[in-house]
Structures are given as structure tokens and as C-alpha cells.
């Protein structure tokens, strides 16, 4: 019998016949298992027991609050969520079909929309001391201090050269631009900490904890459903759209005016406060992907690849250009509806 992701079909049947089904034929789909029975078909997941109560809470309190566009996940006979199983969690839904009638853009705008009132229907206002947002302003402020100075001394190494290695050469071409979005973020988290000054309280929500349009799937009638609520958490309202950025903005350089008007679409069905625009646009602007990068190259210099680390600078600095963008349209749209 063929190993699928380490259970046989027949493990497989060990762990499905708790919600009294049986398994014709089976694929697998990385972590989830497509079960074509005689009931249907169905997905069956598997995660690490760890993330089981967390995961299975949330998604609980989402449907008390309302929301209802979550892959439904079926309750066991006896009433358990989950199965556990050779080290894992199993937990069952049902298998959506997922065929998209329209193109790329419009999926993504569709998502946003969700998000916004998955987020608006989970919201919940918590108590934050001035005392700790003082603290995390001086915390975060430190660190990209220390990242300002090792920056600086990284580029009058550079300077000191009389010959610099292909690294080192684009490292001064990109100097000054790393060091301005440093300098905005900081701006920014100042800002934020101005605004919050008179703010008693913060927005937390449920977030999915990693939204894209894989983890987005349709049913036969073509309505949206969020899946793999694993890594869901409470969390700022922006905790699931920079992640989301991050990775949407790692490419070539390019126009993200796509990118830029979903982000648009969700706020304008959940509204960021000042406070809340002002540390979204710290955090995204921040360059710490490609500061990482200088960082590594000074701390490998005996087993260092020249050629790989001029690629990895490279492309960071492509996502920051990228980023760049993103965070100049939506700030000059918060000015224009502020002024």
C-alpha cells in the first residue's frame, strides 16, 4: 500500500472511521488528504496538537460573532473537533471545488472584502497602558538605532577599501535609500506614538495569520471561504496584511497599483484610526529584510558566496523599492483625507 505523506490509506481509514465514513480512493494535497467516499468528498488536514486548541477556539468564537465563511470543520460523533493521531491532529471538512470565474485581481479584491469583516465581526478593544506603549516605542527605537549605526559603519568600512568586493559595491549604491526608509519608519513610530497619547484603548481582531487567495476557496456557488486557520491569532488589524505584502512584494520591481487597491478595498470596509495607519506604515516601511542580509554577509566572511549574496541584495532591495511604492500611495492618501 502506497505512503501517503507517512499514513497508508489504511491509517488513513483509522482516522476517518471516527466520523463513520469510509475512504474509496485518496490524494494528497502537501498536508490535507482528498477522501472520495459514498458520503462525499472531504478534506482531511493534519497539524501539530500544539497549534489543535488555539486553532479550533478561534474558529469557534468567529461563528459566535457570525462569521460564517470558514471552511466548516465536522464535529466527530462524540463531539471532538479533532482526532489525534500518530503525533497529529486530524481534523475533517468538506472538500470545496474552488473553480474561479473570474480573473486574478477581482479573487484578491473578494478576499479583502472578507477580511474586513472578519476582522470588523471579531474586533475587540483592550486596555494598553501608556507606560507599555512608551516601552515598546523605546524597545523598537533602540533596535533600529543599533541598525542605523551598524549600517553607518558597514559603509565607511566600505569606503576604506582600495578595492570593494561586487557586495560591498552595491551596498553603497542602495546606502542611502535603506537609510531614508529607516528614517521614515522612525518617523512613523513617532507619529504613533503622538497620536496614541490620548488613546485609552487598542483594535485586536482574530487574524487568519496567513492570508493569500490558496488558502481562499470557492464553493459551487461561488462564494469565498477562508482555510487553514492554523496559525489564526489575536492580533492588530494589520497583523495579516503585512505578511501578506511581504511576500506579494518579493519580486522584480514593478507598479503593485493592484496590490495598492486591495489593500484600499479592505480599509475602506475597516478603517484603520490615525494610530493604527501610522504603525502599519512604520512596520511596512521598515527595510530590515535587506539590513538582514548586510548583517549575514558581515557574520559569514570566511564561508561567504560573494555571487549568492550580491543576488540576495539584489532582490531585497527590489522589495524595497516594491514597498516604497505601496507606502507612498497609501500615505499620500491619507494625507489628501486628512488635509
Not at 1 to 27: C, F, P, R, S, W
Request: charged fraction near 30%; aromatic fraction near 16%.
Amino acid at each position: 500500500m502506497v505512503k501517503l505523506n507517512e499514513l497508508t490509506q489504511q491509517e488513513i481509514e483509522n482516522v476517518i472511521q471516527v466520523y463513520g465514513i469510509h475512504a474509496n480512493y485518496v490524494d494528497q494535497y502537501g498536508k490535507t488528504y482528498k477522501i472520495y467516499s459514498d458520503h462525499g468528498i472531504f478534506a482531511l488536514k493534519k497539524i501539530l496538537p500544539a497549534n489543535g486548541m488555539d486553532f479550533i477556539r478561534h474558529v469557534q468564537f468567529l461563528y459566535q460573532r457570525g462569521y460564517n465563511r470558514i471552511i466548516p470543520i465536522y464535529p466527530a460523533p462524540d463531539g471532538r473537533y479533532g482526532v489525534l493521531y500518530k503525533g497529529y491532529l486530524f481534523y475533517l471538512m468538506p472538500w470545496l471545488p474552488n473553480e474561479e470565474k473570474e480573473d486574478r485581481s477581482e479573487k484578491h479584491q473578494k478576499m479583502f472584502r472578507e477580511l474586513a469583516r472578519l476582522h470588523s465581526l471579531s474586533v475587540k478593544e483592550i486596555a494598553v497602558s501608556t507606560e507599555r506603549r512608551q516601552e515598546h516605542y523605546d524597545e523598537t527605537i533602540d533596535e533600529w538605532d543599533r541598525q542605523r549605526d551598524f549600517l553607518e559603519e558597514f559603509i565607511e568600512r566600505c569606503e576604506q577599501q582600495w578595492y570593494m568586493s561586487p557586495f560591498e559595491l552595491l551596498f553603497c549604491t542602495f546606502y542611502k535609500e535603506i537609510t531614508q526608509a529607516l528614517a521614515f519608519s522612525k518617523r512613523q513610530l513617532e507619529e504613533w506614538l503622538e497620536e496614541s497619547k490620548e488613546v485609552e484603548k487598542v483594535r485586536t481582531v482574530v487574524a487568519h495569520g496567513k492570508i493569500s487567495i490558496e488558502h481562499f476557496l470557492y464553493d459551487e456557488r461561488g462564494r469565498g471561504y477562508f482555510a487553514n486557520f492554523e496559525k489564526a491569532k489575536i492580533a492588530a488589524p494589520f497583523h495579516d496584511i503585512l505578511p501578506f505584502l511581504a511576500r506579494t512584494l518579493h519580486t522584480y520591481p514593478k507598479r503593485f497599483d493592484d496590490c495598492v487597491d486591495w489593500i484600499k478595498t479592505y480599509m475602506s470596509y475597516f478603517p484603520l484610526r490615525a494610530e493604527e495607519k501610522h504603525l502599519f506604515f512604520s512596520y511596512l516601511a521598515h527595510p530590515g529584510p535587506i539590513i538582514k542580509v548586510v548583517e549575514d554577509y558581515m557574520g559569514n566572511q570566511e564561508k561567504r558566496n560573494e555571487i549568492k549574496y550580491v543576488k540576495r541584495l539584489q532582490e531585497k532591495y527590489w522589495l524595497l523599492k516594491n514597498t516604497e511604492y505601496v507606502v507612498m500611495n497609501f500615505v499620500e492618501q491619507n494625507n489628501q483625507q486628512t488635509n
